[in-house]
């Protein structure tokens, strides 16, 4: 019988240790936090089980399952940190905040980002995302899958993508679903009667210039947002928990009356367009 060897001891030691190792290390499920950073005009929000509608403020801090609706004339400005970082909801919009959570502890850290755009449009900026992270747009006309993207989205399923890649699951007259994918510099519209899913260049269409103009303005004052200068937290009615970033108020504002080639998000079923 040969001698079972130093070599051999060694090398079992090394893989015991390595299987302790790893299941001390678990992975970390974080519920995140839409941050409020600016207020333009008015907006309400409703938290879930709330039935009544409160005016938003900078440094409220909304978690999952809350809704923000903004007046005419009216903006608001939400970090999301991981989970973003930034969207800006625009005049005449509904948003609802559907699931915000980040995984940390892994190989690489994911994040799982769902938005209900139930009318209006909203704007947006996402970081390049892990390949198992899941950043969704849901509208009454499709869902739109997006990967390290700035965006231009609208509730009547005409989508714009301004930087990156994204890609969009347009529900057809007769229920089933069409993927399409959308680059950088092109806009996507939903199909019409027996129409399919159109993707054609932005610069074509009529509201191109006001598409730049709005896309400048969100980066010109967004761009500099970070947890660092998050604004203090302030008391968020009808919303339980804890805060999130809690640094010295950043370059917030409130004004009234102004106007690598992995597979591009795959579409889960689960959540799929809405009807209502």
């Not at 995984?103 to 690489?108: A, D, K, L, M, P």
């Not at 799982?112 to 747009?137: F, H, W």
């Not at 990967?147 to 930087?163: K, P």
């Not at 947002?225 to 010295?248: D, I, L, Q, R, S």
Request: aromatic share 4%; glycine share 12%.
């Amino acid at each position: 019988m040969k001698p079972f060897g130093i070599s051999k001891v060694i090398a079992c030691g090394m893989v015991a240790a390595a299987a302790l190792l790893a299941s001390e290390v678990q992975a970390k499920t974080v519920v995140n936090k839409a941050v409020v950073r600016a207020v333009r005009g008015s907006a309400q929000y409703s938290a879930k089980g709330q039935s009544q509608w409160q005016n938003v403020k900078v440094g409220m801090q909304f978690p999952p399952n809350t809704v923000i609706r903004t007046a005419p004339d009216s903006t608001v400005d939400l970090f999301l940190n991981q989970n973003g970082p930034v969207v800006r909801v625009t005049s005449d919009t509904s948003l609802g905040l559907d699931k915000l959570s980040y995984e940390t502890g892994g190989v690489e850290d994911t994040i799982e980002t769902q938005l209900d755009l139930r009318n209006g449009r909203i704007l947006g900026n996402v970081k390049k995302l892990a390949a198992a992270s899941r950043y969704e747009i849901k509208t009454p006309r499709g869902v739109a899958a997006i990967r390290g993207t700035e965006y231009d989205i609208s509730a009547n399923g005409v989508m714009h993508c301004v930087s990156g890649q994204f890609q969009v699951a347009y529900v057809l007259p007769n229920g089933q679903v069409q993927l399409v994918t959308v680059n950088a510099g092109q806009t996507a519209v939903p199909p019409s009667g027996n129409q399919a899913p159109q993707v054609s260049p932005t610069t074509g269409r009529p509201e191109a210039g006001q598409i730049n103009t709005a896309i400048q303005g969100f980066r010109n004052e967004t761009g500099g947002f970070t947890p660092a200068n998050n604004p203090a937290p302030v008391p968020t009615p009808g919303v339980g928990g804890g805060a999130t970033g809690t640094g010295p108020t950043g370059p917030t504002r409130t004004e009234t009356g102004t106007g690598g080639t992995v597979p591009v998000g795959t579409i889960r079923t689960p959540y799929a367009p809405h009807n209502d």
